[in-house]
Nanobody, 123 residues
Framework: QVQLVESGGGLVQAGESLRLSCVDS????????MAWFRQAPGKEREFVAHINPSGDRTAYADSVKDRFTISRGNTKNTAYLQMNSLKPEDTAVYSC????????????????WGQGTQVSVSS
């Protein structure tokens, strides 16, 4: 069973950085795509970034491109989200998700989720 745990959230000022981690604490499977989504208060869940099983192909939402970087650990059972130049509009609960095979920007394509970590950015 895949179990995901996010960490690294916190309260920062605009312009600062955070790095989120998503760790598979259960059984590790190969060929898993990983993704980050976020949900701000009163808003729908939003795609942030995803990465393929090999870790060599990524995609980003326009709102975070050139500021955020998704990557995988060497063991491929972790995913990181480096967030630079944070803005107040980045404030949200960030969740990681995994699926077998190719990645997706659609949250409905993912069946396994972590509990999320809060990111708050003040101006």
């Amino acid at each position: 069973q895949v179990q995901l745990v996010e960490s690294g959230g916190g309260l920062v000022q605009a312009g600062e950085s955070l790095r989120l981690s998503c760790v598979d604490s259960g059984r590790t499977y190969g060929h898993l795509s990983m993704a980050w989504f976020r949900q701000a208060p009163g808003k729908e869940r939003e795609f942030v970034a995803h990465i393929n099983p090999s870790g060599d192909r990524t995609a980003y939402a326009d709102s975070v491109k050139d500021r955020f970087t998704i990557s995988r650990g060497n063991t491929k059972n972790t995913a990181y989200l480096q967030m630079n130049s944070l803005k107040p509009e980045d404030t949200a609960v960030y969740s990681c998700a995994v699926r077998f095979g190719q990645p997706s920007m659609d949250a409905h394509d993912f069946r396994i989720w972590g509990q999320g970590t809060q990111v708050s950015v003040s101006s």
